[in-house]
T-cell receptor
């Protein structure tokens, strides 16, 4: 039972353009969402988060949007840079419970 | 510097052998977690511990065992009962057993069965 799904295994964009990574969830009790970034042979690092009481959170080039009615969140990276090339994981929590992760999306930013 | 240290970075195991992966943190975090990463399957939870001397099974605990004798340490043993142990293993910790503060991850151990 995959409660958090990232349906795109990979995404390729040109440097300077916008990258949009998507995540869907099924558990309506999830109230906190996070994005992690992972380089090969390294552990994931925290990128940005959003609480279910908000619909948008920005941090520099990174913005996360939450659509609760659709049970969908997205991560926008503008402008995309080659150093952004990594695997991005979406994660969700239900009232402080342990995180549930999606499958990950490999982002490649081409110079 | 505070952080999580996983060792070794690469580990080779023969069929039928048990191996233990080390995870140590100096962040004074209460909760610790073990995840397994396989291509296309994301991060799957093996075991987690919210407090010393206590731990719970995650989604894929079969063939694995853990201990939490000290707050700083949460070793994972991959037993011979684990049918497909070749994977990338990640240890994580959090201040409280929840996601409000996020998880801090180690750099991982790549286990290969030869």
């Amino acid at each position: 039972d995959q409660q958090v799904k990232q349906n795109s295994p990979s995404l390729s964009v040109q440097e300077g353009r916008i990258s949009i990574l998507n995540c869907d969830y099924t558990n309506s009790m999830f109230d906190y969402f996070l994005w992690y970034k992972k380089y090969p042979a390294e552990g994931p690092t925290f990128l940005i988060s959003i609480s279910s009481i908000k619909d948008k959170n920005e941090d520099g080039r990174f913005t996360v949007f939450l659509n609760k009615s659709a049970k969908h969140l997205s991560l926008h990276i503008v402008p995309s840079q080659p150093g952004d090339s990594a695997v991005y994981f979406c994660a969700a929590s239900d009232r402080g419970s342990r995180l549930t992760f999606g499958e990950g999306t490999q982002l490649t930013v081409n110079p | 510097d505070g952080g999580i240290t996983q060792s070794p970075k690469y580990l080779f195991r023969k069929e039928g052998q048990n191996v233990t992966l080390s995870c140590e943190q100096n962040l004074n975090h209460d909760a610790m977690y073990w995840y397994r990463q396989d291509p296309g399957q994301g991060l799957r939870l093996i075991y987690y511990s919210q407090i010393v001397n206590d731990f719970q099974k995650g989604d894929i605990a079969e063939g694995y065992s853990v201990s939490r004798e000290k707050k700083e340490s949460f070793p994972l043993t991959v037993t011979s009962a684990q049918k497909n142990p070749t994977a990338f293993y990640l240890c994580a910790s959090s201040i409280l057993p929840g996601a409000g503060y996020g998880y801090t991850f180690g750099s991982g151990t790549r286990l290969t069965v030869v």
